[in-house]
């Protein structure tokens, strides 16, 4: 399987590959990581690659799935967060000079149930500054939309969508408050999920309201 074949396998068709044992975690992330520092210059959508990270949890995955340690479905899948999620030892801007160069000393609780879950954390995707708008353009750039590099990907959670769409990572991350899952997903031919309110915790996420702030996948399968 080519690189680029790689790079548009579903998480579900990753994790069955993963635990047959027909394919490497380090082999995906490697590719992956090829595929976005290929590909970013252009699309703006990765604010902070999380190399090294992404490696050392991969190599984890596969020295566990080969030991017959299984933590679910999510063990192994490289996904990427919308710059609004606390992540310890790794910046989190919020799209915003303000928080520029804000490192949290703790995982917001979504990230610390993905790492438990086995997830790899390929990066941090760009997000409008403070999720407030829908063009995803901040202090990191202006992500274009992967169909269409001088459209927009939506927002506020556009660099969810842009990686996912563009074959940066199968899964990512994202907010919504006033439609800042779906609208991105719409506009890239995705799938966005916002769940029910208080269903998954936003503690450690940067918010705008409390009683409307929903953490949310985009994928490219309803599947995913």
């Known amino acids: 399987m080519s690189d680029n074949e790689l790079c548009w396998l579903t998480a579900g068709e990753l994790g069955i590959l993963f635990r047959a044992g027909k394919l490497s975690p380090v082999e995906v992330v490697q590719a992956l990581l090829t595929r976005i520092a290929t590909l970013n210059p252009y699309l703006e959508a990765y604010v902070t690659v999380t190399a090294d990270l992404a ?3 991969a190599e984890r995955a596969e020295r566990e799935l080969a030991q017959g340690i299984d933590s679910g479905a999510l063990q192994g899948i490289p996904y990427s967060l ?3 999620f606390a992540t310890r030892g790794i910046r989190t801007t919020a799209g915003s000079k303000i928080l520029a160069d804000w490192i ?6 979504v990230v610390a149930c993905l790492n438990q879950a086995g997830a790899v954390l390929l990066g941090k995707v760009n997000t ?4 407030f708008g829908v063009t995803t353009r901040s202090i990191h750039g202006q992500t274009k939309n992967p169909w269409d590099l001088s459209r927009i990907p939506g927002g506020s959670s556009g660099g969810s969508a842009a990686a996912v769409s563009a074959g940066l990572g199968p899964i990512a991350l994202g907010t919504d408050t006033a439609g800042s899952i779906r609208i991105p997903a719409a506009l890239c031919g995705l799938v966005g ?12 996420v940067i918010g705008q309201s409390f009683s409307a702030d929903h953490v949310g996948p985009i994928t490219r399968t309803v599947r995913d």
């Open 55 to 57: 490696l050392a949890q």
């Open 82 to 84: 919308k710059d609004l």
């Open 104 to 109: 949290p000393d703790e995982d917001a609780t």
């Open 128 to 131: 409008h500054e403070f999720a």
């Open 193 to 204: 999920l916002k769940p029910t309110h208080g269903r998954v915790s936003c503690y450690g």
